[in-house]
């Protein structure tokens, strides 16, 4: 990050607009009140409104660029993101697209996300915790562990009415499942989905596992009947 050439590219009116932004939040409510939180969120804010830092930095592009640890970054971004929330269903969809892009079965027992977002593993966890069901970030900050056996509650209590129906019927048509439950069909399905794609030494994933398990949940999401017939029957081949 060069600040000094970056600010040389702004021309008068953006400089004076920035510093203009800095000096009248800094004097509000009254001289030197603002707390210092506040303080480096304004400067952040500040930094991307000039282009020294691109407007959806990672947290390895804070780390390097700001030259603070991983769990500065993690807090900072968490408390930029919290302010700037859109929606529940934008969190929504974002844990969607994390669980069917960024996730493997580590053995037939645990699903395991990558959530580099501090704001929506929060959410995520937050989904979690009203499913009843306990995670596991022991191992990584960026990295949510929770049972197979869990995932299937998370997933009935991320679908409406309508889709929890239809995904009932395409897993019953599949041939080989039979609870009642929809957290149960769903327990059953993803523990054999699990066991088909761990190889065969313990928590060794086989090629193209993290890609196209995704494949097998975007049905799932979107409550499509004919589409989970269509890939879970590839699980239980007649």
């Not at 929060?122 to 197979?148: G, K, M, Q, W, Y």
Request: proline share 4%; aromatic share 8%; hydrophobic share 45%.
């Amino acid at each position: 990050m060069d600040i000094a050439r970056t600010l040389d590219a702004l021309d008068g009116p953006q400089a004076k607009a920035l510093l203009d932004q800095f000096l009248t939040a800094y004097c509000a409510p009254a001289f030197g009140t603002l707390p210092k939180r506040e303080v480096d969120l304004l400067v952040y804010g500040m930094l991307q409104d000039c282009g020294a830092l691109g407007a959806a930095p990672s947290l390895y592009d804070l780390m390097t660029d700001l030259r603070i640890s991983r769990t500065r970054a993690r807090a900072l971004l968490f408390d930029l993101q919290i302010r700037q929330v859109e929606s529940h269903a934008r969190l929504q969809e974002q844990v969607k697209t994390v669980m069917l892009n960024d996730s493997y079965f580590r053995d037939h027992n645990w699903f395991v996300l990558e959530v580099e977002n501090p704001l929506v593993q929060a959410h995520l966890r937050e989904i979690c915790r009203r499913a009843h069901v306990v995670t596991d970030a022991s191992f990584s900050a960026s990295i949510v562990r929770l049972p197979v056996s869990g995932l299937a509650h998370v997933l009935a209590a991320m679908l409406s009415e309508d889709q929890q129906d239809a995904v009932k019927r395409g897993l019953y048509r599949t041939g080989k499942l039979r609870d009642k439950s929809l957290p149960g069909l769903l327990r059953s399905a993803l523990g054999d989905l699990a066991r088909k794609f761990v190889g065969k030494a313990a928590g060794e994933l086989t090629d193209g596992a993290v890609g196209v398990i995704g494949d097998f949940l975007q049905p799932l999401f979107d409550g499509d009947e004919e589409a989970v017939v269509d890939l879970w029957s590839q699980i239980y081949p007649a």
